[in-house]
Nanobody, 128 residues
Framework: QLQVVESGGGLVQPGGSLRLSCAAS????????IGWFRQAPGTEREFVAT??????????YLADSVKGRFTVSRDNVKNTVYLQMDSLNVEDTAIYYC???????????????????WGQGTQVTVSS
């Protein structure tokens, strides 16, 4: 059974950076599509980024709202996926979740309900 745990959240000033980690146990993350989602109070869970399995090219996809500021990467040796977040602004404040699924097709990667495994989330607060 795969388990994923997020870390790296915190309080940062506008314009600052954070790197979130999604560490896996139980199985190798390389078998899974890994998605990052976020949820602010009173809103629905929102797609942020996805990185596909290395066996299908390992390509990453980003939401338009974070393109040019966020990047997602894998370290298969550490069994961890990272979300590097730069140029943060107050609208990025949310709980960030990592999710995994072994069978996602490309058309479903932005849909949170398609992911089977979820972490507990890590809070990111952008404030001056």
């Amino acid at each position: 059974q795969l388990q994923v745990v997020e870390s790296g959240g915190g309080l940062v000033q506008p314009g600052g950076s954070l790197r979130l980690s999604c560490a896996a146990s139980g199985r190798a993350l390389d078998y899974y599509v890994i998605g990052w989602f976020r949820q602010a109070p009173g809103t629905e869970r929102e797609f942020v980024a996805t990185i596909r399995r290395r066996g299908t090219g390992g390509r990453s996809y980003l939401a338009d709202s974070v393109k040019g500021r966020f990047t997602v990467s894998r370290d298969n040796v550490k069994n961890t996926v990272y979300l590097q977040m730069d140029s943060l602004n107050v609208e990025d404040t949310a709980i960030y979740y990592c999710a995994a699924d072994a069978h996602l097709i490309l058309s479903s990667i932005r849909l949170p309900e398609q992911y089977d495994y979820w972490g507990q989330g890590t809070q990111v607060t952008v404030s001056s």
